[in-house]
């Protein structure tokens, strides 16, 4: 038995500004990769407000492109072997992905460490296996120095 080593080797270039005033913050991003998979570009767009003096809401788009992979899609085909038997089967489509995303949420800070986050991940792109709608809950510590 042989094993091969592959070694897949990226570089992504990644620009950020962020301007923030009083209780609102703004935040973009983004940038390019070539390697790895496929060359890809990528962006992200976030607002952040201050609610209050303990909450945060969250508001953000974020995308991507992705030139080398595709979308798969089901074929169906009546079987020349076997008649009256249809099969399935996936072929890739069109070269080139695009996702993007709509995360809203916000941001409770519970007690002195202690942060409760709370957000949606919004699916607007038909690529990939994931649902249209992704809630999630988490609780967060900062242990202190």
Not at 123 to 138: C, F, H, K, Q, Y
Request: include cysteine; proline fraction near 1%; charged fraction near 20%.
């Amino acid at each position: 038995m042989r094993l091969r080593c592959v070694r897949l080797t990226a570089l992504m270039v990644l620009g950020i500004g962020s301007w923030e005033e009083g209780r609102l913050a703004a935040h973009i991003n983004g940038g390019f990769g070539v390697g790895g998979s496929s060359r890809e570009v990528f962006w992200n767009m976030a607002t952040t407000f201050a609610a209050a003096a303990r909450v945060t809401v969250v508001g953000e788009v974020m995308g991507r492109h992705l030139f080398q992979l595709s979308h798969v899609q089901d074929v169906y085909q009546t079987s020349s072997l076997v008649g009256d038997v249809e099969t399935m089967r996936w072929l890739g489509s069109d070269q080139g992905v695009d996702t993007m995303f709509i995360v809203t949420g916000a941001k409770w800070n519970l007690a002195r460490s202690w942060l409760l986050n709370t957000d949606l991940l919004i699916r607007t792109s038909d690529a990939g296996l994931r649902a249209r709608v992704t809630p999630a809950i988490s609780i967060g510590y900062a242990f202190e120095r």
